[in-house]
């Protein structure tokens, strides 16, 4: 029996119809952008296995970083003492966020960052007496799967099941060409007649809207109308942070810098399961009081984890080195010729492109579903062909890893444009 036909007596799939798939690829083996399966077949990695990987599977330097943390101290519990590791993580962090992140909350993935940063915005505003009870979102976001993350994310098949057990979320327009003035109007009108306690919001591009993209002009006059008017703002940059947009983050292309951010995926180079909500200091200094129930009673088995702390330092380090910021404009470069390129052919309705990103929407009478027949075909058809790549309904997308070739990107664009040409749109 392979391994594939042994997954399928045990394991159940994130986002997987099991009716529908049923066998996977079995990959025993990364290096570089490439994964290898249980039969030797090689694939390219276009999407940084869902954005984690910004230096390649099986890192040299992060691994060994691991190896010695875990022959040190592999873990110790954040509640009630503290560790080098950590103390020198906040360091870093403090030298590449935005100058207003002051404090980090620990977790394990991106959803429990965002429910750290939509209880802390509540919990704020209860400890000084207010009742604040509403979120606001763009419509279309996914911000994870936990149940506050769930609440403020906009994409119906991921939460239609759960609808009469989710927190209060008004969802406004994306600001995206032409929407402008509606995505303002109704941030205003969503202020005025409910008691908001933030916005929360995918800076300049959402994800697994199908990589929708606006300019950050935009953004920074939705904050500045949360600012005046006490609402918190919350960046979700676990897909955008640590360079993919072009810069560290995303939010460092605004002049109004969020209240809290969310970060995870690249944060250990993808390796350990690691997040951090980041506040201002003004917040954290909300949750300082004689009362002792005014702390934020949130907390994970593994918080601030030592190996993971580990591992982020030497991602961290990795991306600083001037060679990543190189590897991102080559990239980018790359992306905006093939984008010259395909966005003549006649299946092709829109593209776009911003740091390592690259997003293209198929010419489709009717709007696709996430997970549409449509999107199946294609992602199909680029898994037979060695490269990794899952389409949101009819836009496909590439988010590679730094260090891929040049060879590697050519590769990907030819069986993008191949898949247009041989399936029926």
Same mark, same amino acid.
């Not at 099991?18 to 952008?33: L, M, Q, R, T």
């Not at 008004?170 to 205003?188: H, M």
């Not at 939705?222 to 919350?234: G, S």
């Given at each position: 029996?392979?391994?594939?036909?042994?997954?399928?007596?045990?394991?159940?799939?994130?986002?997987?119809?099991?009716?529908?798939?049923?066998?996977?690829?079995?990959?025993?083996?990364?290096?570089?952008?490439?994964?290898?399966?249980?039969?030797?077949?090689?694939?390219?990695?276009?999407?940084?296995?869902?954005?984690?990987?910004?230096?390649?599977?099986?890192?040299?330097?992060?691994?060994?970083?691991?190896?010695?943390?875990?022959?040190?101290?592999?873990?110790?519990?954040?509640?009630?003492?503290?560790?080098?590791?950590?103390?020198?993580?906040?360091?870093?962090?403090?030298?590449?966020?935005?100058?207003?992140?002051?404090?980090?909350?620990?977790?394990?993935?991106?959803?429990?960052?965002?429910?750290?940063?939509?209880?802390?915005?509540?919990?704020?505003?209860?400890?000084?007496?207010?009742?604040?009870?509403?979120?606001?979102?763009?419509?279309?976001?996914?911000?994870?799967?936990?149940?506050?993350?769930?609440?403020?994310?906009?994409?119906?098949?991921?939460?239609?099941?759960?609808?009469?057990?989710?927190?209060?979320?008004?969802?406004?327009?994306?600001?995206?060409?032409?929407? *402008?003035? %509606?995505?303002?109007? &109704? @941030?205003?009108?969503?202020?005025?007649? +409910?008691? #908001?306690?933030?916005?929360?919001? !995918?800076?300049?591009?959402?994800?697994?809207?199908?990589?929708?993209?606006? *300019?950050? %002009?935009?953004?920074? &006059? @939705?904050?500045?109308?949360?600012?005046? +008017?006490? #609402?918190?703002?919350?960046?979700? !940059?676990?897909?955008?942070?640590?360079?993919?947009?072009?810069?560290?983050?995303?939010?460092?292309?605004?002049?109004? @810098?969020?209240?809290?951010?969310?970060?995870?995926?690249?944060?250990?180079?993808?390796?350990?399961?690691?997040?951090?909500?980041?506040?201002?200091?003004?917040?954290?200094?909300?949750?300082?009081?004689?009362?002792?129930?005014?702390?934020?009673?949130?907390?994970?088995?593994?918080?601030?984890?030592?190996?993971?702390?580990?591992?982020?330092?030497?991602?961290?380090?990795?991306?600083?080195?001037?060679?990543?910021?190189?590897?991102?404009?080559?990239?980018?470069?790359?992306?905006?010729?093939?984008?010259?390129?395909?966005?003549?052919?006649?299946?092709?309705?829109?593209?776009?492109?911003?740091?390592?990103?690259?997003?293209?929407?198929?010419?489709?009478?009717?709007?696709?579903?996430?997970?549409?027949?449509?999107?199946?075909?294609?992602?199909?058809?680029?898994?037979?062909?060695?490269?990794?790549?899952?389409?949101?309904?009819?836009?496909?997308?590439?988010?590679?890893?730094?260090?891929?070739?040049?060879?590697?990107?050519?590769?990907?664009?030819?069986?993008?444009?191949?898949?247009?040409?041989?399936?029926?749109?």
């Amino acid at each position: 029996m392979t391994l594939s036909e042994k997954d399928a007596l045990y394991n159940w799939h994130p986002y997987t119809q099991h009716k529908i798939f049923s066998h996977f690829p079995a990959i025993v083996k990364g290096n570089d952008e490439f994964l290898w399966d249980e039969n030797g077949k090689q694939y390219i990695d276009a999407i940084a296995s869902w954005w984690v990987n910004p230096f390649g599977h099986s890192n040299a330097f992060i691994a060994e970083a691991i190896y010695k943390q875990l022959t040190t101290l592999e873990h110790v519990l954040f509640g009630g003492f503290t560790h080098n590791v950590v103390v020198e993580l906040a360091e870093k962090l403090i030298e590449i966020l935005p100058a207003n992140q002051r404090k980090f909350f620990y977790s394990d993935n991106g959803s429990t960052a965002v429910e750290v940063a939509i209880k802390a915005s509540f919990q704020y505003h209860y400890n000084k007496g207010i009742k604040k009870n509403t979120i606001i979102a763009f419509e279309d976001a996914f911000h994870g799967d936990t149940f506050g993350a769930m609440a403020v994310s906009g994409i119906g098949l991921f939460t239609e099941a759960f609808q009469d057990a989710l927190i209060n979320v008004i969802r406004i327009p994306v600001p995206t060409k032409g929407n *402008e003035e %509606s995505s303002k109007v &109704a @941030l205003q009108k969503a202020i005025a007649e +409910n008691e #908001v306690a933030a916005f929360i919001f !995918e800076p300049l591009v959402l994800g697994a809207a199908g990589m929708v993209m606006y *300019e950050a %002009s935009e953004l920074d &006059a @939705l904050i500045a109308i949360c600012k005046q +008017n006490a #609402v918190f703002t919350i960046a979700d !940059e676990v897909m955008t942070g640590f360079g993919k947009t072009g810069k560290l983050f995303a939010s460092n292309y605004l002049k109004n @810098l969020p209240d809290m951010m969310c970060l995870s995926k690249a944060l250990t180079g993808g390796t350990i399961p690691m997040a951090i909500t980041t506040f201002t200091q003004a917040i954290f200094d909300g949750f300082v009081s004689d009362n002792k129930s005014h702390a934020l009673f949130h907390g994970h088995t593994f918080t601030a984890n030592p190996t993971g702390c580990a591992a982020a330092l030497a991602s961290i380090e990795l991306l600083k080195n001037p060679t990543t910021l190189e590897n991102i404009h080559r990239i980018q470069a790359s992306h905006l010729q093939f984008e010259k390129h395909i966005q003549q052919h006649s299946k092709v309705k829109t593209t776009r492109v911003l740091g390592v990103i690259f997003a293209l929407e198929i010419q489709v009478s009717e709007k696709q579903d996430y997970y549409s027949d449509l999107r199946n075909q294609f992602y199909n058809y680029f898994i037979n062909k060695g490269v990794i790549l899952r389409p949101v309904g009819n836009t496909i997308y590439i988010l590679p890893s730094y260090i891929i070739s040049n060879e590697s990107l050519q590769q990907i664009y030819s069986t993008i444009e191949q898949a247009i040409n041989e399936i029926s749109c």
